[in-house]
């Protein structure tokens, strides 16, 4: 994979997960940003890992709690003038707000009542803390920003 | 990116719609085949394209099928021996059988009935030839391999 002058480098991703994280950064058909990835290559630390590469975008913390999540191991490279700037191991935040939505039909913050979506994150998934529903796999599916 | 010893290049996918290809070809958390993928790339032809890299794998026929859905101005590039085996543009099929779930829930192909799928090919989209429901968008979505 080549250089970028500029953006971020998600780095240590765990393999096969990039999907998911280009899924939570909303990139698809829509964008016109320029992303190179590369899936399962060796890795001394996971095996083998994935690694994400966005031109001239750096990520938000919002964004950063997200792919923790899915990605733990995760670190996040800033790129400045072709440079390493800043270089940051993801931490799993507490809790998340607004970024998932509870796959139960009758939680209160998927009512269309205005409540936003809250997640406490447990070791192994996130617990809804309105319904207590509990999200083990495929976090993923469940973005909704 | 880099050159593969062996496998398939996708090349002149159109922007941003390299993660449908992943999809397509089922790539995702459970793969551990080694995948890169440029997304917005300059191209004289296109303006920009995305382009997918799979080591050691060599497409079937009915997956660049569906890949031509999404995709059809896309190159299949053979790699053997680091070389260039066979280069194919794909060719948009009349018809695509067992690939895509028809999003009618009475079609006689969802209900759990033995009969495949089958939609006819479209200028811009697809169409059940047993209910006559048409998708046109998010093709990726309807996915059933």
Known sequence: MSKIESGTVIDHIAGGHAPDVLAILGIDSSTDEVVSVGMNVPSDRLGRKDVVKIEGRELSQDEVDVISLIAPAASINIIRGFAVAEKNRVERPDFVEGVLSCPNRNCISTEGEPVASRFAVLDDGVRCVYCETIV?????????V
Do not use: P
Request: without cysteine; glycine residues 0%.
């Open 136 to 144: 083990r796999e495929q976090l993923a599916d469940h973005i909704s």
